[in-house]
DNA sequence: GTTTTTGACTTTCTCTGACTATAATGTGTT
DNA sequence: AACACATTATAGTCAGAGAAAGTCAAAAAC
């Protein structure tokens, strides 16, 4: 279909984490064998390889600078991309406490990653906030932490 | 991996110290080894053989001189302790990292936990702030991540 | 109107070399 | 032997060049 840029690059990287599930590239190396610029690579990450689609990308500059992509390989994939999607962009104290609780119950996530989650989605750890900055920050973490969470599981 | 001379070097000194805990080289050797310049090692010891990263470096010039890497343990809950106190009102990304990184890799914390507060203190997971609030906010929940693991006393 | 593409500019990390600092050793003088 | 001084052998510091990757906004394509 669509074989923009954006497609190819994309099915670049879909095919290299078909094998490993991970891949890891230099920016400059693959744009240039595409023959476009650098920065296409970040907006291609950016749109198609985020964590909201299952990605965690780690990335480092510099001299033997690179861009590391890992697919979020998931155990209970729905129960927790459902609680990734139903974080929304905004999520209140008393929501988060209960999406925690709810995957500690089902055996998604374990005790001490509850704790964990927990502790950081509380209100007290974004005190420094101003309340109505809270809950969209809370829901940012708390997605981070899910999908990461994710990433564990082997 | 990342096969900068960086990295080479770096793995090099792990690997001396995994043995004895403790490692003495001279400089210049190891440079001529390496084929670099002997500061580089320097730049390789400050960049990542840091008290932050649980080392201590000493060394001595002139005649017989020599580096001597050793790494630092303390035990669980003073080092949490530490750390809590370390992360201050505020933090930015690579000192919380960085942090974190260092109770993994004593022991302290696990993998799993380790994972789970280096994606909440990310920038990606404060993204919803400005860049001028995110420290505060970044400090605040790792402490409290740390607090709470602490209590779970394994 | 949204998605893609680009390029100028920024930031971060690495590597080097010239210069500085310190310790050990040698050499000559009293 | 004791002292001073020079020489040599290390290690440290710093600034600058180079090597990636990141950001952002405007132009282009859809």
New binding site residues.
């Given amino acids: 279909m669509?074989s923009?840029?954006?497609?190819?690059?994309t099915r670049m990287l879909l095919d290299m984490l078909e094998k490993e599930g991970t891949t890891e590239?230099?920016?400059?190396?693959l744009?240039q064998s595409l023959?476009?610029?650098?920065?296409?690579?970040?907006?291609?990450?950016?749109?198609?390889f985020t964590p909201e689609h299952g990605y965690i990308?780690e990335?480092?500059?510099?001299?033997?600078?690179?861009?590391k992509i890992t697919r979020v390989s998931l155990d209970s994939p729905t129960a927790i991309m459902h609680a990734v999607n139903s974080a929304g962009t905004s999520i209140d104290p008393l929501a988060a406490r209960s999406c925690i609780l709810n995957l500690l119950s089902r055996g998604v996530i374990d005790k001490s990653g509850a704790r964990l989650m927990l502790s950081a989605v509380d209100d007290s750890a974004l005190r420094p906030l101003p309340t109505e900055q809270r809950d969209a920050v809370r829901a940012s973490i708390l997605k981070q932490m899910l999908l990461a969470y994710g990433k564990d599981d082997k």
């Avoid at 590239?25 to 190396?29: E, F, G, K, T």
Wanted: hydrophobic share 25%; charged share 15%.
């Fill in positions: 669509s923009s840029l954006s497609s190819q690059i590239i230099r920016r400059n190396d744009a023959g476009c610029v650098p920065s296409q690579i970040n907006y291609v990450i950016s749109s198609r990308v990335s480092r500059r510099g001299g033997g600078g690179y861009v």
